[in-house]
C-alpha cells in the first residue's frame, strides 16, 4: 500500500519535459531553459546535431521550444537554414512530437523557424523601417472568439501584456483572404496595441509593420504558439521599464507586505512559462 502510495505521489510531482533547440546563432537559449525551470518545468538545452544523432530522444519530452537569436546569422532569410536543417533531418520526428499532447513555441528567431517549418502561418520580413528595432510593445491576446478569447493553453488567464522585442524581421506577412480564416480559427494569438508602456513613453504600437498588428499566431488548436516580443526577458518584475513607477505604487502609504513580495518579483513573462508547464499539471 505505501509502495503503491509513493508511485501515485512520485507520478503527480513528475515535473514536465522541455527541450530547447541550440546551435548555429541561436543565443537565447540559456534565459528560456531558466524560465521554464523557474515556472516548474525541468528543461534542457539540446543542439540541433545531437538530436539529429538521436532523434528517438524527443519523444522523452512534452514541450519543444525554439529560442531566439540569429540562426545562421539570417544569412538566406530569418530561421530558413537552421528551419531546412530540421525539416531535412527530422521532419518525421517533428510531425510524431506534434501528434502527441505536447506544446511548441516559438520566440522571435524561433517564430521565424517554425513558420519556415510551415507548423504556423504566414512569413515573417524586414521591419517597416529597414532597421534593427530593440525596445517593449504592449500586447493584446486574441484567440478564438467563439470561446471569449484565447484558446491556447500558453496564454490562458492572460488579456494584455507587455514584453520586450528585439529583432530586424519582426514584420508579419499575411494575405487579407488569410488573415479572415486566422481570426475565424482563433489563430490570432497576440496584437500590438497602445498600452501603458507605449502610452507612458509615447511609442508608436506595432513599429515593425505587421500586417493587421500581429505579433503572434496560433496552431495546431492553440498547441503551438509563435510570438516575435520574448517572454522570458521578462521574467522579473524589475524587467519592466514601468518597474520604479509600479514598485511605488504598490508601497506607497505602507510598508511592503508579504502579499506584495511576490507582485515586486516576478514579471508578466514567466505566466507563459508557467501556463505550459501546468498544462501538464
Same mark, same amino acid.
Given at each position: 500500500?505505501?509502495?503503491?502510495?509513493?508511485?501515485?505521489?512520485?507520478?503527480?510531482?513528475?515535473?514536465?519535459?522541455?527541450?530547447?533547440?541550440?546551435?548555429?546563432?541561436?543565443?537565447?537559449?540559456?534565459?528560456?531553459?531558466?524560465?521554464?525551470?523557474?515556472?516548474?518545468?525541468?528543461?534542457?538545452?539540446?543542439?540541433?546535431?545531437?538530436?539529429?544523432?538521436?532523434?528517438?530522444?524527443?519523444?522523452?519530452?512534452?514541450?519543444?521550444?525554439?529560442?531566439?537569436?540569429?540562426?545562421?546569422?539570417?544569412?538566406?532569410?530569418?530561421?530558413?537554414?537552421?528551419?531546412? =536543417?530540421?525539416? $531535412?533531418?527530422?521532419?518525421?520526428?517533428?510531425?510524431?512530437? !506534434? %501528434?502527441?499532447?505536447?506544446? *511548441?513555441? #516559438?520566440?522571435?528567431?524561433?517564430?521565424?523557424?517554425?513558420?519556415?517549418?510551415?507548423?504556423?502561418?504566414?512569413?515573417?520580413?524586414?521591419?517597416?523601417?529597414?532597421?534593427?528595432?530593440?525596445?517593449?510593445?504592449?500586447?493584446?491576446?486574441?484567440?478564438?472568439?467563439?470561446?471569449?478569447?484565447?484558446?491556447?493553453?500558453?496564454?490562458?488567464?492572460?488579456?494584455?501584456?507587455?514584453?520586450?522585442?528585439?529583432?530586424?524581421?519582426?514584420?508579419?506577412?499575411?494575405?487579407?483572404?488569410?488573415?479572415?480564416?486566422?481570426?475565424?480559427?482563433?489563430?490570432?494569438?497576440?496584437?500590438?496595441?497602445?498600452?501603458?508602456?507605449?502610452?507612458?513613453?509615447?511609442?508608436? =504600437?506595432?513599429? $515593425?509593420?505587421?500586417?493587421?498588428?500581429?505579433?503572434?499566431? !496560433? %496552431?495546431?488548436?492553440?498547441? *503551438?504558439? #509563435?510570438?516575435?516580443?520574448?517572454?522570458?526577458?521578462?521574467?522579473?518584475?524589475?524587467?519592466?521599464?514601468?518597474?520604479?513607477?509600479?514598485?511605488?505604487?504598490?508601497?506607497?502609504?505602507?510598508?511592503?507586505?508579504?502579499?506584495?513580495?511576490?507582485?515586486?518579483?516576478?514579471?508578466?513573462?514567466?505566466?507563459?512559462?508557467?501556463?505550459?508547464?501546468?498544462?501538464?499539471?
Amino acid at each position: 500500500m505505501k509502495e503503491k502510495l509513493k508511485l501515485k505521489l512520485k507520478i503527480k510531482t513528475k515535473k514536465p519535459r522541455v527541450i530547447i533547440m541550440s546551435g548555429y546563432g541561436l543565443n537565447c537559449e540559456e534565459e528560456t531553459k531558466f524560465a521554464f525551470n523557474w515556472a516548474g518545468g525541468r528543461a534542457d538545452i539540446v543542439h540541433i546535431n545531437d538530436l539529429i544523432a538521436k532523434p528517438k530522444m524527443l519523444k522523452d519530452y512534452q514541450i519543444l521550444a525554439f529560442p531566439g537569436g540569429f540562426s545562421y546569422g539570417d544569412d538566406t532569410g530569418s530561421g530558413k537554414a537552421y528551419a531546412n =536543417k530540421f525539416k $531535412n533531418h527530422l521532419s518525421k520526428e517533428l510531425k510524431e512530437f !506534434l %501528434a502527441r499532447d505536447t506544446l *511548441v513555441i #516559438g520566440i522571435c528567431n524561433g517564430f521565424q523557424i517554425i513558420t519556415c517549418l510551415g507548423i504556423v502561418p504566414g512569413a515573417l520580413t524586414f521591419n517597416k523601417n529597414a532597421e534593427y528595432i530593440d525596445r517593449w510593445v504592449d500586447l493584446e491576446v486574441k484567440g478564438d472568439p467563439r470561446q471569449g478569447g484565447a484558446s491556447s493553453p500558453w496564454l490562458k488567464g492572460i488579456k494584455k501584456i507587455s514584453l520586450p522585442i528585439a529583432h530586424g524581421e519582426g514584420h508579419y506577412v499575411v494575405g487579407a483572404k488569410e488573415y479572415e480564416k486566422l481570426k475565424e480559427g482563433g489563430q490570432v494569438a497576440l496584437t500590438y496595441t497602445k498600452g501603458e508602456i507605449c502610452k507612458f513613453q509615447n511609442l508608436e =504600437k506595432n513599429p $515593425n509593420g505587421s500586417d493587421y498588428d500581429i505579433a503572434g499566431v !496560433l %496552431a495546431y488548436n492553440g498547441r *503551438v504558439l #509563435g510570438l516575435m516580443p520574448h517572454p522570458e526577458r521578462a521574467m522579473f518584475f524589475h524587467h519592466s521599464p514601468l518597474w520604479s513607477q509600479r514598485k511605488t505604487s504598490f508601497l506607497r502609504g505602507k510598508q511592503m507586505k508579504k502579499e506584495n513580495s511576490k507582485k515586486t518579483k516576478e514579471g508578466q513573462g514567466i505566466q507563459i512559462f508557467k501556463n505550459a508547464v501546468n498544462y501538464f499539471k
